[in-house]
C-alpha cells in the first residue's frame, strides 16, 4: 500500500457497500453489540443519501479504488443546532494504526469549525480504545450520559469538544 494510492475524499453515490461492509466488519471482528448501535442504524446501508444536507459532510478513505474506512458529521440530533456529531468513523483493519483514522479525524473537525458547529459530540464503544484515546487526545472530555436523540443506546461512551 503506497500513501500515494490513498485518498480522503467526500463519499459519492457508489460508495455505500463499500463503507457499510467495513462498518459491519468492525462490529464482529471488536464484538460491539449490535443493536442500539450504528450496525443497526438504516443509514448505515445508504450513508451517501444520509449525508446529503448543507450542514453535514461524509468523507471515505479509498486506497486503489477500494474503500477502507469513513467517517462523517451532521448536527446532533435532538439537540441544539450548534453541536455537531462525529458519526460512522469506522476503518478497515488493512490501514488501522497507520495515522489514516488521524487524518480524517482532523478533516471532520476542520469540517465541523467551516460549517459553523461550536461543539462536537461523540459517542462510541468502550471496546473502541484506540479511537477513544484518538478523541481524547484530541481535546474532547469525558460525559457521564448521551446527549440528543441519537437512537445508539448501546454506546456507553459520550464525549464533548468546545471547537
Same mark, same amino acid.
Given at each position: 500500500?503506497?500513501k $500515494?494510492?490513498?485518498v480522503?475524499?467526500e463519499? %459519492?453515490?457508489?460508495?455505500?457497500?463499500?463503507? &457499510? *461492509?467495513?462498518?459491519?466488519?468492525?462490529?464482529?471482528? +471488536?464484538?460491539?453489540p !449490535?443493536?442500539?448501535?450504528a450496525?443497526? $442504524?438504516?443509514?448505515?446501508?445508504?450513508?451517501f443519501?444520509?449525508? *446529503?444536507?448543507?450542514? $453535514?459532510?461524509?468523507?471515505?478513505?479509498e486506497?486503489?479504488?477500494e474503500? !477502507?474506512? %469513513?467517517? %462523517?458529521?451532521?448536527?446532533?440530533?435532538?439537540? &441544539?443546532?450548534t453541536?455537531?456529531?462525529?458519526?460512522?468513523?469506522?476503518?478497515?483493519?488493512?490501514?488501522?494504526?497507520?495515522?489514516?483514522?488521524?487524518? !480524517?479525524?482532523?478533516?471532520?473537525? &476542520?469540517a465541523?469549525?467551516s460549517?459553523?458547529y461550536?461543539?462536537?459530540?461523540?459517542?462510541?464503544?468502550?471496546q473502541?480504545?484506540?479511537?477513544?484515546?484518538?478523541? &481524547?487526545?484530541?481535546?474532547?472530555?469525558h460525559?457521564?450520559?448521551?446527549?440528543?436523540?441519537?437512537?445508539? +443506546?448501546?454506546c456507553?461512551?459520550?464525549?464533548?469538544?468546545?471547537?
Amino acid at each position: 500500500m503506497n500513501k $500515494d494510492n490513498i485518498v480522503i475524499r467526500e463519499i %459519492g453515490p457508489n460508495d455505500n457497500a463499500g463503507i &457499510e *461492509q467495513v462498518i459491519r466488519a468492525c462490529f464482529h471482528e +471488536f464484538n460491539i453489540p !449490535l443493536e442500539g448501535t450504528a450496525y443497526t $442504524d438504516p443509514e448505515t446501508k445508504q450513508i451517501f443519501q444520509a449525508y *446529503q444536507n448543507t450542514n $453535514d459532510v461524509y468523507f471515505v478513505i479509498e486506497v486503489d479504488g477500494e474503500i !477502507l474506512g %469513513g467517517g %462523517g458529521l451532521k448536527p446532533l440530533s435532538g439537540f &441544539e443546532t450548534t453541536v455537531c456529531e462525529i458519526q460512522k468513523m469506522y476503518f478497515s483493519s488493512k490501514i488501522r494504526g497507520k495515522g489514516y483514522g488521524k487524518l !480524517l479525524f482532523s478533516k471532520c473537525l &476542520e469540517a465541523a469549525k467551516s460549517l459553523g458547529y461550536k461543539q462536537c459530540y461523540i459517542e462510541s464503544s468502550t471496546q473502541l480504545k484506540a479511537a477513544i484515546h484518538i478523541y &481524547e487526545t484530541h481535546g474532547f472530555k469525558h460525559l457521564d450520559r448521551a446527549l440528543g436523540d441519537t437512537g445508539h +443506546f448501546s454506546c456507553g461512551v459520550w464525549m464533548l469538544k468546545d471547537l
